[in-house]
Each structure stands twice: as structure tokens, then as C-alpha cells.
């Protein structure tokens, strides 16, 4: 045999690849089956995955795309089931505060925000007595920490604490923000207010 011949494939090359019409290795030539980039005789019908030939499943695009289906009603909008829409930006405003006053005004910030608006939404209602609950709670926390700082252990203790509230409010405040309906871990929280 001669180098470059049909039996054995070229340098660079390996066995049944980039020879279109021959078979890959160690598989027989179909009969009546053209190979990979050859057309087919007139009258077969081309195989699956040639290129030019178009999708073989003869389906093509379905119609109606980017439309909801019929029969399903608007899209509801984001929230606890049994909650109003969306929160406006005015309310966001105020969960927001609820949370980020207590930087300043401490266990009064979410009290005011809870006893103003608990009436009016429930998104300014719930993110008020989430930032209650954790005022509450890490005011007990506190507590403990300093009771505990005779035997040490409150003063790791006392600074635990105040990093997971600073974390908490953090995110909670982010969260609210966003329109989103944040639940502070009940650990650093205890659900008293609702």
C-alpha cells in the first residue's frame, strides 16, 4: 500500500473520520444509505441531521410563540399567599426604616413603623414585626451576654450578638428594599410580634 491510499487514512488523520461517503471505523457501508455530506439519489429521502435539509421532524416553529396559553388568567403578583400585591415604593420605604432605625433609634424605630402602618399594609406591617422581633430578641440576648460576663463567656458572647443583629438588619433592610418578603431566622428573632 501507498501512503495517503483510501485504506489507510492520511497523516493527521484517523481511521473513518473526515472521509465523507465511508464509513466510520470498525462499521459496515449501509447499501442505498449516502454517506455524511453526500446527496441523496432522486426519490430517498434524506437522513436525519444532514446539513441543508431542514428540520426532519417536519414540525418547524410553533406557532404562537412568546403568548400565554389560552384559558390561564394575569400572571399574580409576588408575595406571601393571602397578602396584597406588590408593595409601592413608599411602603418599601418604611420596612426599610423599620429596619435601618434601629441604628439610631434602637427598639423604637420598628414600634413606630408597626403601630403607624399595621392597619394600612401588611408589607410595612410584616417587615415592622420582624425588625420588633429581632429588637427583642437581641435585647435579651444582650441581657444574657452581660449576666454571663462574670464567667468570661458573655464577652465573645456580647460581640456574637451584636454582629448578627448588625448582619441581620443588613439584610433585612436590603430585602425590603427590594419588594421582598424576608423572614429573619427565628433564632435571632423569636416570632412574638406578627
Given at each position: 500500500?501507498?501512503?495517503?491510499?483510501?485504506?489507510?487514512?492520511?497523516?493527521?488523520?484517523?481511521?473513518?473520520?473526515?472521509?465523507?461517503?465511508?464509513?466510520?471505523?470498525?462499521?459496515?457501508?449501509?447499501?442505498g444509505q449516502p454517506g455524511y455530506g453526500q446527496?441523496?439519489?432522486?426519490?430517498?429521502?434524506?437522513?436525519?441531521?444532514?446539513?441543508?435539509?431542514?428540520?426532519?421532524?417536519?414540525?418547524?416553529?410553533?406557532?404562537?410563540?412568546?403568548?400565554?396559553?389560552?384559558?390561564?388568567?394575569?400572571?399574580?403578583?409576588?408575595?406571601?399567599?393571602?397578602?396584597?400585591?406588590?408593595?409601592?415604593?413608599?411602603?418599601?420605604?418604611?420596612?426599610?426604616?423599620?429596619?435601618?432605625?434601629?441604628?439610631?433609634?434602637?427598639?423604637?424605630?420598628?414600634?413606630?413603623?408597626?403601630?403607624?402602618?399595621?392597619?394600612?399594609?401588611?408589607?410595612?406591617?410584616?417587615?415592622?414585626?420582624?425588625?420588633?422581633?429581632?429588637?427583642?430578641?437581641?435585647?435579651?440576648?444582650?441581657?444574657?451576654?452581660?449576666?454571663?460576663?462574670?464567667?468570661?463567656?458573655?464577652?465573645?458572647?456580647?460581640?456574637?450578638?451584636?454582629?448578627?443583629?448588625?448582619?441581620?438588619?443588613?439584610?433585612?433592610?436590603?430585602?425590603?428594599?427590594?419588594?421582598?418578603?424576608?423572614?429573619?431566622?427565628?433564632?435571632?428573632?423569636?416570632?412574638?410580634?406578627?
Amino acid at each position: 500500500m501507498t501512503y495517503g491510499t483510501p485504506e489507510q487514512p492520511g497523516y493527521g488523520q484517523q481511521p473513518g473520520y473526515g472521509q465523507p461517503g465511508q464509513p466510520g471505523y470498525g462499521q459496515q457501508p449501509v447499501p442505498g444509505q449516502p454517506g455524511y455530506g453526500q446527496t441523496p439519489d432522486y426519490g430517498q429521502t434524506p437522513g436525519y441531521g444532514q446539513p441543508g435539509y431542514g428540520d426532519p421532524s417536519g414540525y418547524g416553529a410553533q406557532p404562537g410563540y412568546g403568548q400565554a396559553a389560552p384559558g390561564y388568567g394575569p400572571v399574580q403578583p409576588y408575595g406571601p399567599p393571602g397578602h396584597g400585591g406588590v408593595p409601592t415604593p413608599d411602603e418599601r420605604n418604611w420596612a426599610m426604616l423599620s429596619h435601618l432605625g434601629q441604628f439610631i433609634f434602637g427598639l423604637f424605630a420598628p414600634l413606630i413603623a408597626y403601630l403607624i402602618k399595621k392597619d394600612e399594609s401588611p408589607f410595612v406591617r410584616f417587615h415592622a414585626a420582624q425588625g420588633l422581633n429581632l429588637a427583642i430578641t437581641q435585647t435579651v440576648y444582650t441581657v444574657i451576654s452581660v449576666v454571663l460576663m462574670l464567667v468570661l463567656i458573655g464577652f465573645i458572647m456580647i460581640i456574637a450578638v451584636f454582629i448578627a443583629w448588625l448582619v441581620m438588619l443588613v439584610i433585612a433592610a436590603m430585602a425590603a428594599n427590594r419588594g421582598e418578603w424576608y423572614r429573619i431566622p427565628s433564632f435571632l428573632a423569636w416570632p412574638m410580634v406578627h
